[in-house]
């Protein structure tokens, strides 16, 4: 289901994006899929490098981290996947992420303060959802999203100053539908792009989760893991940049409120860990 919603939410990112092209005829559909080509070029061979050298991550040895290559082995074993790199990111918040464009050339971060928090079983499952986005080739399938919303965006700002002066081919104000189909294209297609975006990114969160289960059999690790993650990082959240934050297991400087949860690349993590073991806390009272 997870899949199909995906595939459904990238088609009508495509079609938003064709739909502002086409808006300034056909130059103006060739230059956003030409936009989109390099964008998408460009977040594929390139995004892990980017988003591990952003967070100053290191490569680490067996002999450096024995506890985490042993689980991470034990993982790809099960799932039938080669041996990611393993980083290590300088930071006592606690969080991890997995990137690469795909199994032949993925790796795994985990920051200093994961590795102090969790337990051996906590942990595993945590290297178990990251490898589930690895397995799903869910990297790849977030770096199209935000490269198809990143150009939508780009487009409509191009939109914008192309109304102001007359357009990509000319043809006056009343075929593009004047000053409402220009703050269309400057408001609310870049918003709707952002919302698909993060439709997937969530959508992608929960498969991740359910993967790492099924790989360690013991969801209630999982879910464990999530509530420290979450409490801990609200103490001493991660500084991260809204073009990864959909990387990281828990979101990096997660903010409180309906609203802020509306623009939020994961799932509410009481939400997540319901699916995962059937109430909203492993703890307590259930989590708001």
């Given at each position: 289901?997870?899949?199909?919603?995906?595939?459904?939410?990238?088609?009508?990112?495509?079609?938003?994006?064709?739909?502002?092209?086409?808006?300034?005829?056909?130059?103006?559909?060739?230059?956003?899929?030409?936009?989109?080509?390099?964008?998408?070029?460009?977040?594929?061979?390139?995004?892990?490098?980017?988003?591990l050298r952003m967070y100053n991550a290191q490569p680490v040895t067996r002999e450096q981290l024995p506890r985490a290559y042993e689980v991470v082995e034990r993982?790809?074993?099960?799932?039938?996947?080669?041996?990611?790199?393993?980083?290590?990111?300088?930071?006592?918040?606690?969080?991890?992420?997995?990137?690469?464009?795909?199994?032949?050339?993925?790796?795994?971060?985990?920051?200093?303060?994961?590795?102090?928090?969790?337990?051996?079983?906590?942990?595993?499952?945590?290297?178990?959802?990251?490898?589930?986005?690895?397995?799903?080739?869910?990297?790849?399938?977030?770096?199209?999203?935000?490269?198809?919303?990143?150009?939508?965006?780009?487009?409509?700002?191009?939109?914008?100053?192309?109304?102001?002066?007359?357009?990509?081919?000319?043809?006056?104000?009343?075929?593009?539908?004047?000053?409402?189909?220009?703050?269309f294209m400057i408001i609310l297609a870049p918003i709707a792009a952002m919302l698909i975006q993060l439709a997937v990114s969530r959508s992608r969160e929960y498969?991740?989760?359910?993967?790492?289960?099924?790989?360690?059999?013991?969801?209630?690790?999982?879910?464990?893991?999530?509530?420290?993650?979450?409490?801990?990082?609200?103490?001493?959240?991660?500084?991260?940049?809204?073009?990864?934050?959909?990387?990281?297991?828990?979101?990096?400087?997660?903010?409180?409120?309906?609203?802020?949860?509306?623009?939020?690349?994961?799932?509410?993590?009481?939400?997540?860990?319901?699916?995962?073991?059937?109430?909203?806390?492993?703890?307590?009272?259930?989590?708001?």
């Amino acid at each position: 289901m997870n899949a199909l919603k995906t595939t459904f939410l990238l088609t009508v990112l495509t079609l938003l994006l064709v739909l502002i092209g086409s808006h300034w005829g056909e130059g103006g559909a060739i230059l956003a899929f030409v936009i989109a080509a390099g964008m998408n070029f460009f977040s594929y061979f390139y995004s892990d490098k980017l988003a591990l050298r952003m967070y100053n991550a290191q490569p680490v040895t067996r002999e450096q981290l024995p506890r985490a290559y042993e689980v991470v082995e034990r993982m790809t074993g099960r799932l039938g996947l080669p041996m990611p790199k393993i980083y290590v990111i300088p930071t006592d918040s606690p969080n991890a992420f997995a990137t690469g464009r795909n199994p032949q050339h993925a790796s795994v971060a985990v920051t200093h303060g994961i590795l102090q928090l969790l337990n051996d079983d906590e942990l595993a499952g945590v290297l178990a959802h990251e490898l589930g986005h690895v397995k799903n080739r869910d990297i790849l399938t977030s770096s199209i999203a935000a490269t198809l919303a990143g150009a939508i965006t780009l487009l409509a700002r191009m939109g914008w100053w192309a109304e102001m002066f007359g357009g990509f081919g000319g043809g006056g104000r009343d075929r593009r539908g004047g000053g409402i189909s220009a703050l269309f294209m400057i408001i609310l297609a870049p918003i709707a792009a952002m919302l698909i975006q993060l439709a997937v990114s969530r959508s992608r969160e929960y498969e991740a989760d359910a993967t790492g289960a099924h790989i360690t059999g013991n969801p209630y690790a999982l879910a464990s893991a999530l509530e420290k993650l979450d409490a801990y990082s609200k103490r001493l959240p991660m500084p991260g940049s809204p073009t990864t934050a959909h990387l990281f297991i828990v979101q990096p400087l997660l903010s409180r409120g309906d609203f802020a949860n509306l623009f939020s690349t994961h799932p509410p993590i009481a939400k997540r860990i319901e699916r995962l073991i059937g109430r909203s806390s492993v703890y307590g009272a259930p989590q708001r």
